[in-house]
């Protein structure tokens, strides 16, 4: 009426590879639209299956009875008048598409396939599916019926002209849905699966009201919630409805149940703006050229003695601004744990096991343990909290986890390990006394072990502690503190670890837990597996030993995320830590980063799962997947030669 549609994004609690039970799930929501008056709903990427099938696409069984659940799901929605929008594989061609499906009142009306297939980072959808734009035919058949087929699809009722895009497809530079809406669309859907990362919300959401701006439209988004795997990734379930740059609704992100958000377009409107603006149709010419571009070759002049105007941040991983820093924290904490959530849903799990330290990381993983059972409502004593004393064990640090574990109401046990440790030494021939690789790794393994076997005893599941920056310089005991049942700090650098601690220090605990969380930070970091000084005070400092973890996270940061070559990694370092560190100091740690980071890369290659926090990661199954004996050496070379370039 009056030109409105009322349009709606649901978000179903989806169980991976389970079709029947998806479709149950889906049709309770689209009944639950229809008698709200929703005229339009749609439904995340891949629904019916599941968008973290990953290799399961290419069985038979799921297939087939996507199929069958989907035409189910559509000849049981007969009775309801709401225009559905569902995604699901299909095979056509002889080849497998990522595809949404249009149903209403017990017919499919047709099938629009994904354009844009991402294959980098955590995404490698090339593995299983073909662009939409590889298509041959019309149709594709589904049950006993022939159904049109194509990208180009409009769907028309009156005024309201329907497009649809399919995830990556907004994130491109001319996305489909701007030729849609210049060929008449004028309300685009997006059934997406997007991951959550840190940051990307906010630039979802500028995607999101750019692209209705600038094709003077309504756009719906809906995207995977919980249910999804977790393996390595975590699914926020957020959903949006935009209209001509303006976001009319938003939902929670970050549910644990099913979700439906409706919201009111208006195509009167849409169309009006259309109509004056001129220019609206007549990109629709320049998206088809018809001459080749022309290149005119210039020459750009070289600046030996350039500095970059803008600043460069010394802490890419960390936000300048108190606001953005709180903001930040709270959607990593959220992220996690989404993650621990999803993963003890998953296994039905009751207790989580947690070696903790009294140091950052394993403090870290605690919070974020504690977090999750509150927001399960599960009893905080079902959090068992283990202490493993060893030999470089100080009385600082275990009295910090004792103290902490008791404020926060977990089950604490202190188990020590000494005994156990020589009894192992007498058995492999080990003096005991000679503090080397041995002595010190011994002790890793053996906490594992007990954390392993508790979590059989306890039929519970052990929480991983380390963290990004350990990960890429290895600087973990491979089978030892590198082993878990789910990591939950992975995608965490240490330099944001001291930050949420601290954040929820000052912004979330009490008196008692906020000042031992506040003597935490202030605690050196240390693997504490050499015996502590005369002073009872910590000696294996681990800065001293690798360096400081402020420098690799930067040189991490500029390696992964923009493939940085060493030179100018040096030269972005000596920028932003002018007034910190030495040239030389620079490049002294930038060479023991890439030698630790390619000679430890055997121990990322067989991480156990964690969610990816940021825009960088560093898990073999999505963004990081590199050979465990690569050489370092033109990296290393590189860090020479940048030295000798300055000095000359």
């Known amino acids: 009426m009056y030109g409105y549609v009322k349009v709606g994004a649901a978000v179903p609690l989806l169980q991976v590879g389970n079709c029947d039970h998806n479709v149950r799930q889906m049709e309770h929501l689209l009944r639950k639209a229809g008698a709200e008056g929703i005229q339009l709903l749609a439904f995340p990427e891949l629904a019916v299956t599941g968008y973290t099938c990953m290799d399961l696409f290419a069985q038979e069984c799921l297939l087939r009875n996507a199929e069958q659940a989907l035409l189910e799901l559509v000849r049981r929605t007969e009775d309801v008048d709401t225009l559905c929008i569902a995604g699901m594989p299909l095979r056509t061609e002889n080849r497998l598409f990522n595809t949404a499906v ?23 959808e090339r593995r299983w599916f073909s662009s939409g734009a590889e298509l041959r035919k019309e149709t594709a058949r589904i049950g006993d019926e022939d159904c049109p087929i194509s990208t180009q699809l409009l769907f028309t009722a009156g005024k309201m002209a329907v497009g649809i895009e399919i995830c990556e497809d907004l994130w491109t530079p001319v996305p489909p849905g701007a030729l849609l809406a210049m060929q008449g669309a004028t309300i685009l859907v997006n ?6 990362l840190t940051g990307k919300n906010d630039y979802l959401k500028s995607l999101i009201r750019q692209q209705s701006a600038r094709c003077m439209a309504g756009y719906v988004y809906v995207s995977s919630g919980f249910g999804e795997s977790t393996t390595d990734l975590v699914f926020a ?10 976001l009319l609704a938003e939902s929670e992100r970050f549910p644990m149940q099913e979700k439906l958000l409706a919201g009111e377009i208006d195509v009167d409107y849409l169309l009006h703006d259309r109509q004056v603006n001129t220019c609206f149709t007549q990109g629709l010419d320049m998206l088809r050229p018809r001459v080749a571009p022309v290149t005119v070759p ?13 600043p460069v941040d010394p802490m890419p991983f960390v ?5 953005a820093r709180d903001e930040r924290c709270e959607e990593v904490f959220h992220i996690q744990v989404n993650g621990l959530a999803g993963r003890l849903a998953h296994t039905r799990t009751e207790k989580v096991i947690i070696g903790v330290s009294g140091g950052l990381d394993s403090t870290l993983a605690l919070l974020v343990a504690v977090m999750t059972f509150d927001a399960l409502g599960k009893p905080r004593r079902h959090i068992v909290a283990v202490t493993m004393p060893g030999y470089g064990t100080t009385e600082r640090t275990c009295r910090n986890a004792s103290q902490l574990a ?5 089950d604490f046990r202190n188990i020590p390990i000494m005994e156990a440790c020589r009894q192992h030494f007498r058995d492999i021939g080990h003096d005991g006394e000679t503090q080397d690789i041995t002595y010190e790794n011994t002790q890793a393994r053996e906490r594992t072990q007990i954390l392993m076997d508790l979590a059989n005893l306890e039929n519970g599941l052990v929480v991983g502690t380390g963290d990004l920056s350990e990960l890429a310089l290895g600087w973990a005991t491979y089978n030892g503190d590198h082993m878990s049942m789910y990591a939950v700090n992975a995608g965490v650098p240490k330099t944001l670890v001291k930050h949420l601690v601290k954040w929820v220090a000052q912004r979330r605990a009490d008196g008692v837990s906020g000042s031992i969380l506040a003597d935490i930070v202030d605690t050196p970091v240390s693997p504490e597996l050499i015996p502590p000084g005369d002073d009872g005070a910590i ?3 681990t800065e001293e030993l690798v360096g400081p973890y402020e420098l690799h996270d930067f040189f991490l940061y500029h390696f992964i995320r923009f493939g940085a070559p060493p030179e100018k990694i040096c030269f972005l370092a000596q920028q932003a830590f002018r007034d910190v560190y030495s040239p030389e100091t620079i490049r002294k740690w930038l060479r023991v ?3 630790r980071f390619f000679s430890q890369q055997f121990k990322r290659s067989c991480l156990p799962d964690g969610p990816k926090i940021g825009s960088v990661s560093l898990s073999p199954r999505g963004d990081w997947r590199m050979p465990s004996d690569a050489s370092a050496t033109l990296w290393l070379k590189a860090v020479d030669e940048a030295a000798e370039r300055r000095s000359v």
Not at 105 to 118: C, M
Not at 237 to 246: C, D, P, Q
Not at 301 to 308: T, Y
Not at 319 to 323: E, L, N
């Open 102 to 124: 249009v149903f209403q009142k017990g017919k499919i009306a047709g099938i629009v396939p994904k354009t844009y297939l991402p294959n980098y980072r955590e995404f490698q």
């Open 406 to 410: 008791f404020s926060l109401g977990v």
């Open 319 to 323: 936000p300048a601004t108190d606001p």
């Open 191 to 196: 059934i997406s699966a997007s991951n959550e």
């Open 593 to 595: 980063f890439f030698s």
């Open 237 to 246: 379930g957020k959903s949006f409805i935009a209209e001509n740059g303006v």
């Open 539 to 541: 000696r294996q400092k």
């Open 298 to 310: 210039v020459e750009l002049a070289e600046n030996s003695d350039f500095a970059p105007a803008r």
